[in-house]
């Protein structure tokens, strides 16, 4: 795939939150939320910090090696297994649920964005090694988000009865979707590789989470990607003293809700903590975990516990306890040797209120990095783009303003009433001179006339302006008809598109030109047009 390549501040995409584009900007309210600046510098800092931490590296190795024996890896993935032993190895991580078939195009981007910054790191700081890491976040039980895709502006959903993890699902009646996948995709050229994938790495797999493992390495294997299913007892085991103050002193909460206190004051908050931030999962439960005085309930569920049956609970079976959003990321921090998280807007936001928690456990705050984000403009869109008089980047500004620049364009001067506005203004002036020198408190009734005989000319402007673009249906239809693809449902490609059209399309190279293109430290919206 040949294409071109432009850039925007995610300011001006109009796409990104105030949080983001603060914390982008190094605004100063967001600075007591984080701790390392996005710089080399933050980086070495946040290696110090890591240095200093009792990091599990033995039990790190020992799963992962256990999760592999289902692959054949590739060199590149044993050797940074291997390397993940060793205590001058770092995590670079990203971090997603196991959404069927990757869900959306920048579960692609993160991923590799993560790869780009390892080796960027290795590049700056070759006296360490530096591993990406996809973190799985398979324990999340919302399958209405997990378990569908969008594929040519439909929805398709994965249709089945199944409740709890969603990365312990079995993956029957996938079937269905991978046959509609295959009637549609299958006549592009790398079509029928893509589908001999789906088949490979989902029906013959026990459940979603092995799937995604198998599909995910197929794609980015050959970089180093390593691939942690955090689900296991012993990665529980090494949180155990936080899930039980959780459970019986509701600490993290606590913390969080002075920080969210503090947060809101500038801006809109992304999660709220609940008094205990902990489920219980087992076999198809995912539920919440609540206290009633002196018992622990399992919300909806027929189960409870005393606080001695809880502790009882939480040795014997750690793997049953599954941490929310405000403590899955010290459950990630404390697993992997990390320095630096990359995530999406929404998950940046809630990091930021987590910065208190991790230095009340004592566990490094890693360095916080946007995920890069790309519009991948295809050679016939492009075209129309240009036939229109138009850059893609104009595409990001809402459909009535790009129809008020083409009018303009095309009519500069007959739609301006500049002259005679100009006029009016000069004869009030001139009458708010004359009848001044006469009695001052006459120019405030002048003004007021100037107003009253302005208004009616720039109401006229504007019916002017409408009545001119209603001969330009024709470009409005075009106009839609490119925002509808580049913004489908008014949001971002990335954030409703899945990957697969594309690799059916391009093949891996797919995955290499979004590998080439994308930025490290940066920063910036990337848009890709093909040529």
């Known amino acids: 795939m040949n294409c071109t390549s432009s850039r925007l501040q995610y300011s001006d995409t109009g796409y990104f939150s105030k949080i983001i584009t603060d914390y982008l900007g190094k605004k100063k309210e967001i600075s007591p939320f984080y701790n390392h600046a996005t710089d080399l510098n933050g980086i070495k800092a946040a290696i110090e910090a890591r240095k200093k931490f009792l990091n599990h590296r033995s039990v790190l190795v020992g799963e992962l090696e ?42 692609i981007y993160k991923i590799l964005h993560t790869i780009k910054l390892s080796a960027w790191c290795k590049e700056q700081l070759p006296q360490y090694d530096f591993v990406p890491v996809f973190y799985m976040g398979s324990e999340d039980a919302d399958l209405d988000e997990l378990g569908s895709i969008w594929l040519n502006n439909e929805k398709i959903v994965w249709d089945t009865p199944q409740t709890g993890a969603v990365g312990r699902m079995k993956t029957t009646g996938l079937e269905k979707i991978i046959t509609r996948i295959e009637g549609e995709l299958s006549v592009q050229q790398y079509g029928k590789e893509l589908v001999q994938l789906l088949k490979d790495y989902y029906l013959d ?10 599909l995910i390495d197929a794609l980015f294997g050959r970089y180093g990607l390593i691939v942690l299913i955090s689900d296991k007892a012993n990665f529980k085991k090494l949180l155990l003293p936080v899930f039980e103050e959780d459970l019986f002193n509701q600490t993290s909460s606590a913390i969080a809700a002075k920080t969210i206190e503090q947060l809101s004051a500038h801006y809109k908050v992304q999660a709220n903590p609940r008094a205990i931030n902990l ?15 002196d018992w622990w309930k399992v919300v909806d569920k027929d189960i409870r516990f005393t606080k001695e049956q809880l502790l009882q609970e939480l040795e014997e079976y750690p793997e049953r306890f599954s941490p929310n959003v405000i403590l899955r990321g010290l459950f990630q921090e ?52 240009e036939r229109l008089g138009f850059c893609v980047a104009d595409f990001f500004k809402p459909e009535q303003e790009l129809l008020t620049r083409l009018v303009t364009h095309n009519k500069p001067d007959g739609l301006k009433l500049e002259n005679e506005l100009e006029a009016v203004k000069k004869f009030y002036g001139q009458l708010k001179a004359k009848a001044g020198d006469i009695d001052k408190t006459l120019e405030q009734h002048i003004e007021a006339l100037r107003a009253k005989a302005t208004r009616p000319l720039y109401e006229l402007e504007k019916k002017m302006l409408r009545a001119e673009k209603r001969k330009y249906k024709d470009q409005l239809g075009q106009i839609r008809a490119v925002k509808a ?32 293109n994308s930025l490290t430290l940066e920063q910036e919206f990337f848009i890709l047009d093909e040529q």
């Open 66 to 107: 256990k999760q592999y024996t289902l692959l054949n890896p590739s060199d590149e993935v044993k050797q940074n297994i291997r390397l993940l032993a060793n205590e001058n190895t770092f995590a670079i991580t990203t971090a997603h649920q196991p959404v069927i078939f990757t869900g959306t195009l920048y579960f």
């Open 205 to 214: 797999s026990p459940d979603i989470q092995t799937a995604t493992f198998k």
């Open 279 to 293: 489920f219980y999962l087992k076999d198809d439960i995912r539920a919440r975990i609540e206290q009633d005085g």
């Open 334 to 385: 404390t697993i992997l040797p990390n320095i630096l998280f990359v995530g999406g807007g929404g998950e940046l936001a809630y990091w930021l209120e987590l910065k208190n928690i991790f230095a009340h456990y004592k566990v490094p705050y890693p360095m916080l990095v946007l995920r890069n984000s790309f519009l991948i403009v295809e050679k016939k869109w492009k075209q129309k783009i």
């Open 485 to 516: 693809v580049l913004f489908p449902s008014n949001s971002l490609q990335e954030r409703t598109e899945n990957f697969m059209p594309y690799y059916a399309k391009w093949g891996s190279k797919f995955i290499d030109m979004i590998y080439e």
